[in-house]
């Protein structure tokens, strides 16, 4: 009878969620029941005054008194039912109760704990367990649900924006899957991949921004496929002193990222809807120039029959974008489950641009018994972007380029049979917009296996498996007629990657308590990693009519294909001693092995140890007055090494050849890049030093780190004697120091029963230096003939090119025409790091009801290389402002062309501060039973941006996921401004 | 009970994944390209490096010693404004070390030595059989012969041993090791004749693999010195025979041609180059020059257009000159002081028509009327073998031999302008044993 009334409420829940009907209308034989218990503080035991208590899918609910005492009546039928504590401040606590036939049940005390902790809070570890963050020797910044789902971010690397402790989010591209920079405590490496490792539920994911076809500043970087309401917390761990568990691939830090799951005891379902806007921020100014009788001229000056046309109108819309999410969760005793559908749709500021996204979420936890745990998470995700090329770095068509490279002085709109005008070199951007069909589908399935054996109290196994899946098609058409530099028969390209990656883990705890106050904890481990990725390209000119696939061509390109496999081993081995709960040592080893490398330079040891000192512990300080300021103060320090393998191809070790037909018999030659059989894994040092601090109860917390991190033994290629028969060889030459700053301060000005206010002011230093340059200095291929290098004694990616001739008081030297004078030479002429980047992220709570946020980001002294501004100046193409200042007399004549081979002219400083977000929300708890509260959030994303640029926005880069190549603006889609409108429903 | 029985069944599983997913090797192997250990050790792979080698001579090798020996030696102008080609032709100081022309011949040069040593060491434990490896080992020494021969004629020295930190050594010692090479090559086809399969599918058409080595004997055993020997070589030679680079003219292409017509980078200089010691009714004018009015730009030498042996992209290029075998013999006489021997010789050359010559080139010139000096006839010979082997590399080194360049920091445009070329700047910097540079 009890089962059958389990599965009648069940269905009712259902049932009322789905019709929004009060569960109330089905129950029966209510009883008046009387609750009572008494909310207190956790630590303090401070009783609260004026906490929530609710009972779930009910209408019934009070608040606590001046003793923290409440008394809550309900009418309802006996059963299990659940209580939720709220108050601001704390974490809401969830308690089961069970009504039967006694009406009056005393809970007792009800402990909340305060959100903002920093000392006792879990946190996720680059073990892959959780630790008290008191205990931790190094700084990991977190990010919790709550701050992702209540903002208007829409992918992990928005999420971390503003929010990491020594490290950077930008975003390169405005397109609505663009792809993001993020560097954690620098860029360490000069050939290889400088973004962080990707690990979700303990599975390693591929962040692959690679590109199939040619587009042009637009990669996606393929975080961009998880969902981001379905996570719980990012963990973010910088560099070598934190990371043992991935020590050959934690060069660049970790991103480890925990998804949500099921609580026991409880149903939820939980919907958000959301709806956006989104729309140009800010234009170019287009050259219009007119003479004195607002006749327009064309590019020589002379008057124009006809117009100048700003194409920017035509480009750009108002975009509409939707975000569909439903998630059920929920769990009993020894299950737990959490599922999740969600479905998104953007559209892109370019016209007939857009990202659609389906992912589908099943993640479930069971205790098989008292020691055996397993739980899987499995994830599948499909997403079609359709896109517009924009020339980029390697091709000419384009819509935005063509735009830019016009030029504007002949009308570009098809005459009556629909037939596009040609405007120049670079194609026609309408026609571009009207016939071009580019596009990428990603089908991918990734996930994790994990069980847990922990056959007593101080002892764990666990073993992880995850694999990530994906398979991605490109393709790139332009039909035949269009007038697209040199493909006036069409082309197509197509393009796939088929990616699996697997890893293994195992790791074995154990807990002692080895005398009274010291205590150990030790960990073993193994992890066994397997990458499988298969590149096909394929590309064809010469299309007949009518046909969109790459057999409907006549002249086709020679296919390419590349397999590659890793293989990586490891295993490690931490002890942690904790002294007096005072003093945590932790004590570290891992040896790594990749196929990567040779087999005589295969396995390599990384050592690291930390340490944790609660001062604040300590008698002296207890006793003191300074306890009175700090109520917490940890120091802490760390030395690490971790490894680098992604400078190195999966087989460049083998000295491989070449096949060549010599009259058309099969021959091979060797290839003249020796193979690098005897280099190891980059070495990467880290130092870090910090301290964590907790002012007047926790009111203001502070973090303070610092770091110098040291990358030796740098992958880069060299010139071989050729005596050898070999003309370069890859070795470990260079060399990159990364030293930095970082501070967080966090203070809550104001809180009471019915307001907190919460603000975070988050400050990031970085200073690179590269070294071991053969002949000092190493151009970046895909930045226009390599306007940016690295060079020793100068951070990575500086801009380098030519400059002005100065006075001796540092003015411009100008000749007699007015033009100015180049220098002769190169030199360094920009650096696109910025000296600092900031944030202030604040929110203010007002009542149950009402919350507001904001979110500013800084980013001071990096510098733009405006390679848009340049060609827009040139008098072939001029299409720009500056060109119309030289054809209305305000530069002198010649202008353009003088400054066009100049290229300081065109580094810009992109210094910026953004108002990131503003948000307001207002949250109903309606009294149906089965509808816990709705949530209505309107949120303004990058509303504002003060800065000097003359280009679209200095937040760009055309080089998108590349490790040298950044700030460089070339007509990638500018991020728009959004105004999103959600509701989230909890039930 | 379930509980239980799922708890076994997992147990099973947790074992079965650690112990499958540890069946991984870091032993990746690569299937993108091949590597050396399938090349080097296989059958197919040694005749697939045999092919690539001679591919690699015809295509690229040959061509950079014909265009650099051809600016050095003022055979051929440059008619663009490369830095690197305008230096060379201005030679003496102007060549320095760094110049991309000297370091892409050396490159080429020495993969090629590189690619007949892996033939060389590892071609015996992997090709069974014997008349297929008679032939490997025989065209693989003749290129290693090529590799360091032409070395020597723009180098003052060359390592022997492809290797890193590669010693480098005397002329002498080269020259002998050419020679044993050469000698292992012959005895080599003497006792097991290469069989079928190796000239069908391995030694590219039109190439003599016998005749070639008397050709090439009896050439370094005349630079070695070796006069009687170079004569007892030469008279070896079928002179009836051609010894071909063959070009298919789309897997395999005339690059000469292609640079010289297509890029129109280069152009052969009026009269050979040598106004002085022309003689205006030399049929090899014709053979070698299409006439015209062009000068080149820089410089402005008086230019032709190419004909002989780079008329198309197909065009085959003698590996040796009949005629020049025939020189070889007129050096060695008049060296070892039987100047009779050495005129007889002289005159064979200058009276032949082109009928009489496998590739056409006749000079049909009257016999040699000149003094009969030492002098005299040397720089006859420098003519001789100027307009016979027009474009073939060898004028540079035939200036030298023949005392025809005087050594200057700032030579005349139109003469030899360098001794040696300096050791490349990749080599100087990344091998030790790399020589200091001749001065010019």
């Not at chain 1, 002085?409 to 026609?428: L, S, W």
Request: glycine fraction near 8%.
């Amino acid at each position: 009878m009890a089962a059958l009334n389990k599965v009648i409420k069940d269905i009712s829940i259902i049932l009322g969620v789905i019709f929004l009907i009060p569960l109330s209308l089905f129950a029966q034989n209510n009883d008046n029941y009387s609750i009572k218990g008494t909310v207190i503080h956790s630590k303090s035991k401070v009783p609260l005054v004026g906490a929530n208590i609710i009972i779930k899918n009910t209408s019934f609910g009070t608040s606590s008194k001046n003793n923290g005492e409440f008394k809550l009546q309900a009418d309802l039928k006996p059963g299990d039912y659940i209580l939720i504590v709220s108050y601001v401040g704390f974490k809401t606590e969830k308690i089961p109760v069970t009504l039967s036939n006694d009406t009056t049940v005393n809970i007792g005390n009800i402990e909340l704990q305060p959100t903002d902790l920093m000392g006792e809070q879990l946190v996720i570890t680059a073990q892959g367990g959780l630790s008290e963050r008191k205990k931790l020797g190094v700084s990991i910044t977190s990010v919790e649900a709550e701050e992702i789902e209540n903002t208007g971010i829409s992918s992990v690397a928005e999420a971390l924006s503003g929010k990491v402790l020594g490290g950077y989010v930008k975003r390169n591209s405005g397109s609505p899957a663009g792809g993001f920079r993020i560097r954690l405590h620098g860029t360490s490496t000069i050939l290889g991949n400088a973004a962080p490792l990707y690990v979700i539920d303990g599975a390693i994911i591929s962040n692959s921004s690679l590109s199939v076809i040619q587009l042009g500043g637009t990669s996606t970087s393929r975080t961009v496929d998880i969902n981001p309401m379905d996570i719980k917390s990012i963990s973010v761990i910088n560099g070598a002193t934190a990371a043992a568990l991935y020590g050959s691939r934690a060069n660049n830090g970790v991103v480890m990222i925990t998804t949500k799951m099921g609580e026991s005891g409880e149903q939820n379902i939980f919907y958000s809807s959301s709806f956006s806007l989104h729309h140009i921020r800010k234009k170019l100014n287009v050259n219009m120039a007119t003479n004195d009788k607002g006749q327009f001229l064309d590019n020589d000056g002379k008057i124009l029959h006809g117009r100048r046309y700003n194409l920017q109108n035509q480009i750009f819309r108002t975009a509409f974008g939707t975000t569909q999410h439903l998630a059920f969760s929920g769990g009993t005793d020894k299950f737990r489950y959490y599922v999740s559908g969600s479905y998104k749709n953007n559209e892109g500021i370019v016209k007939k641009t857009n990202f659609r996204k389906i992912t589908l979420r099943t993640n479930i936890e069971r205790d098989f018994s008292q020691t055996f745990e397993a739980s899987v998470h499995l994830n599948y995700i499909n997403n079609h972007q359709n896109i517009m090329p924009n020339g980029g770095l390697n091709k000419l068509y384009g819509v935005l380029t063509s735009f830019l490279f016009g030029p504007n002085t002949v009308n570009p709109f098809p005459n009556k049979e629909g037939e596009y005008p040609a405007i120049g070199n670079f194609g026609n951007p309408l026609e571009a917009l009207a016939k071009y069909d580019f596009y990428k589908d990603v089908s991918r399935f990734l996930g994790s296996v994990n069980l847990t054996f922990e056959p007593s109290d101080n002892l764990k196994i666990d073993y992880t498996l995850g694999f990530d899946n994906y398979h991605q098609i490109g393709v790139g058409f332009i039909p035949p007629g269009t007038h697209a530099t040199n493909l006036p028969y069409g082309m197509i390209q197509e393009g796939q990657i088929k990616h699996l990656q697997t890893n293994n883990n195992i790791a074995i705890r154990y807990e002692a308590q080895l005398a009274s106050s010291l205590t150990s904890n030790t960990l073993i481990g193994g992890s066994l990693q397997y990458v499988n990725e298969r590149i096909l390209g394929l590309a064809a000119t010469h299309f007949g009519v009518g046909s969109k696939v790459i057999t409907g061509a006549s002249q086709f390109q020679q296919p390419s294909e590349t397999r590659n496999r890793t293989v990586i081993y490891g295993g490690f081995v931490q002890e942690r001693i904790g002294l007096k709960n005072k003093l945590f040592v932790t004590v570290a080893g891992r040896v790594d092995a990749s196929s990567r490398f040779g087999a005589n330079d295969r396995w390599h040891f990384y050592p690291k140890i930390s340490a944790a000192y609660l001062i604040s512990n300590e008698n002296f300080w207890l006793n003191s007055s300074l306890n009175k300021i700090f109520n917490r103060f940890k120091l802490r320090a760390a030395i690490g090494y971790s490894g680098g393998q992604t400078s190195i191809g999966p087989y460049a070790r083998f000295n491989v050849y070449n096949p060549v037909s010599v009259n058309g018999n099969p021959g091979v030659v060797p290839a003249t890049q020796k193979g690098a059989a005897n280099v190891i894994p980059e070495r990467q040092r880290e130092i870090s030093l910090g301290f964590d601090a907790g002012l007047f109860n926790d009111r203001i917390t502070a973090s303070f780190n610092w770091y110098h991190q040291v990358t030796s033994d740098l992958l880069l290629q060299r010139t071989a004697a050729p005596s050898s028969g070999f003309l370069t060889k890859l070795g470990n030459y260079g060399k990159i120091t990364n030293i930095g700053l970082s501070a967080r301060l966090k203070f809550v000005p104001i809180k009471n029963e019915n307001v907190l206010w919460s603000t975070s002011i988050t400050f990031n230093t970085n200073h690179n230096e590269v070294s071991g340059i053969e002949g000092g200095i190493l151009f970046f291929p895909d930045s226009f003939g390599g306007f940016t290098v690295a060079m020793n004694g100068k951070p990575i990616g500086v801009f380098y090119g030519s400059t002005y001739k100065y006075t001796e008081n540092g003015k411009i030297k100008k000749d007699e025409e007015g033009l100015p004078i180049e220098a002769p030479g190169n030199q360094v002429i920009g650096n696109p790091h910025p000296d600092w980047t900031g944030s202030l992220l604040t929110n203010l709570q007002i009542g149950k009801h009402w919350n507001f946020g904001a979110q500013v980001n800084v980013s001071y002294g990096n510098d733009v290389f405006n390679f848009a501004r340049r060609i827009g100046a040139f008098p072939a193409y001029g299409t720009l402002q500056l060109y119309e200042d030289v054809l209305e007399g305000r530069k002198p004549k010649g202008y353009g062309e003088r400054v066009f081979g100049i290229f300081k002219r065109w580094v810009e400083d992109g210094s910026y501060l953004k108002i990131r977000e503003l948000s307001a929300s207002y949250t109903f708890y309606p009294k149906y039973m089965s509808l816990e509260k709705i949530r209505v959030n309107l949120i303004g994303r990058n509303l504002f941006s003060f800065d000097s640029y003359s280009g679209y926005d200095p937040e760009t880069n055309v080089g998108g996921g590349r490790t040298g190549v950044a700030g460089f603006d070339f007509m990638q889609v500018p991020i728009p401004r959004s105004i999103i409108l959600s509701f989230k429903l909890s039930f | 009970m379930i509980e239980n029985i799922l708890q076994q069944k997992y147990k099973i599983l947790f074992v079965t994944i650690i112990f499958t997913a540890t069946g991984c090797s870091l032993n990746v192997s690569n299937p993108n390209e091949p590597t050396s250990e399938v090349v080097l050790n296989s059958d197919q792979g040694i005749k697939s490096l045999a092919i690539g080698m001679q591919g690699f001579f015809a295509s690229t090798v040959y061509p950079n010693i014909v265009i650099d020996a051809g600016i050095t030696a003022n055979e051929i102008a440059v008619n663009t404004t490369y830095i690197n080609l305008v230096n060379l032709a201005r030679g003496g100081d102007d060549v320095k070390p760094k110049n991309s022309s000297i370091r892409d011949l050396w490159k080429a040069l020495m993969r090629l030595n590189s690619m007949a040593d892996k033939l060389l060491k590892n071609a015996p434990d992997v090709v069974k059989n014997e008349a297929d490896l008679s032939g490997i080992m025989a065209l693989a020494s003749v290129y290693k012969a090529m590799a360091l021969g032409y070395t020597l004629q723009f180098f003052k020295q060359a390592p022997i041993e492809s290797g890193s930190q590669a010693k480098f050594y005397s002329r002498d010692k080269v020259f002998s090791k050419i020679l044993d090479l050469l000698g292992n090559a012959l005895k080599k086809i003497n006792s097991t004749s290469p069989s079928n399969d190796f000239k069908q599918d391995v030694l590219l058409s039109g190439f003599n693999l016998k005749n070639t080595i008397y050709a090439l004997q009896a050439r370094y055993n005349l630079f070695a010195g070796n006069y009687t020997d170079a004569v007892s070589y030469a008279n070896k030679v079928d002179m009836s025979v051609k010894s071909v680079l063959t070009y298919d003219g789309s897997t395999l292409r005339n690059t000469i041609y292609d640079e010289f017509n297509i890029s129109n980078d280069y152009a052969p200089i009026d009269d050979f180059g040598l106004p002085a010691l022309v003689n205006p009714n030399d049929q090899r004018l014709k053979f070698y020059l299409l006439s015209s009015q062009g000068t080149s730009n820089p410089f402005e030498f008086e230019v032709d257009e190419l004909d002989g042996f780079w008329n198309s992209a197909s065009s085959e290029i003698p590996v040796y000159f009949p005629g020049g075998i025939t020189l070889i013999k007129a050096e060695s006489y008049l060296r070892l002081n039987q100047i009779d021997n050495a005129i007889k010789a002289i005159n064979k050359v200058r009276t032949k028509k082109s009928q009489e010559d496998p590739f056409g080139i006749g000079a049909s010139l009257e016999p040699y009327s000149g003094p009969k000096t030492k002098s005299a006839l040397l720089k006859e010979i420098y003519y001789q073998r100027s307009a016979e082997m027009f474009m073939s590399g060898m004028r540079f080194t035939d200036a030298r031999r023949l005392e025809m360049i005087t050594p200057s920091n700032n030579p005349p445009l139109d003469s030899v302008t360098r001794m040696y070329y300096p050791y490349p700047k990749a080599e100087h910097e990344n091998n030790p044993n790399t020589p200091t540079n001749p001065k010019y």
